[in-house]
């Protein structure tokens, strides 16, 4: 049985509409829809409902308590309901920005930490949101321990990765000349 805990913290993977401000805002989190459009066999998943922000609006102090909450969920006991693995639903602006913070932070944890996010919201046609959501669960039983952000179809680790706004995903980011 794989034990999972589901952080979320808003962006634009959670964001819905609002009628009456005619815009996408994040109010509360979303995740529990979307996790009942998936079939999880042998799976548990813990959703702990840190913030419900766009990224671009997380300061330090809210970095710090998603790092916080991470190291907590990890733990560091082997018992028959610890955490196999971890997912942080996040704003995909600034997701790097805390995906470098949690490998820093977190150096080397016990279970696969992933982050994830969405281009376009969950509501919207062709969105990316469901993909990736299935895709980080799916890669916590899959990946090494470390911190990594898992997307359209595959997963990169932290340090020395960045949304390439372009193409619109992540990428590892190129090696200095000379390195």
Do not use: W
């Amino acid at each position: 049985m794989r034990h999972i805990t589901l952080i979320t913290t808003g962006g634009t993977i959670e964001k819905t509409y609002d009628e009456q401000s005619g815009r996408l805002e994040n109010r509360r989190s979303i995740v529990r829809r979307m996790l009942r459009r998936l079939r999880l066999e042998d799976t548990v998943i813990s959703t702990i409902e840190l913030l419900s922000k766009d990224s671009l609006e997380m300061t330090d102090d809210d970095r710090r308590r998603i790092v916080d909450v991470t190291r907590a969920a990890i733990g560091d006991h082997g018992g028959p309901t610890a955490a196999t693995g971890i997912v942080i639903l996040h704003g995909t602006d600034t997701l790097c920005t805390t995906g470098d913070l949690l490998a820093a932070q977190l150096k080397t944890p016990r279970v696969p930490v992933v982050l994830t996010g969405a281009m376009r919201p969950f509501e919207m046609v062709r969105s990316d949101a469901l993909q990736n959501l299935t895709e980080a669960i799916f890669s916590t039983g899959q990946l090494a321990p470390g911190v990594y952000v898992t997307a359209h179809g595959r997963s990169l680790a932290f340090p020395g990765v960045r949304k390439d706004r372009e193409r619109g995903t992540f990428v590892t980011l190129a090696p200095a000349a000379g390195s």
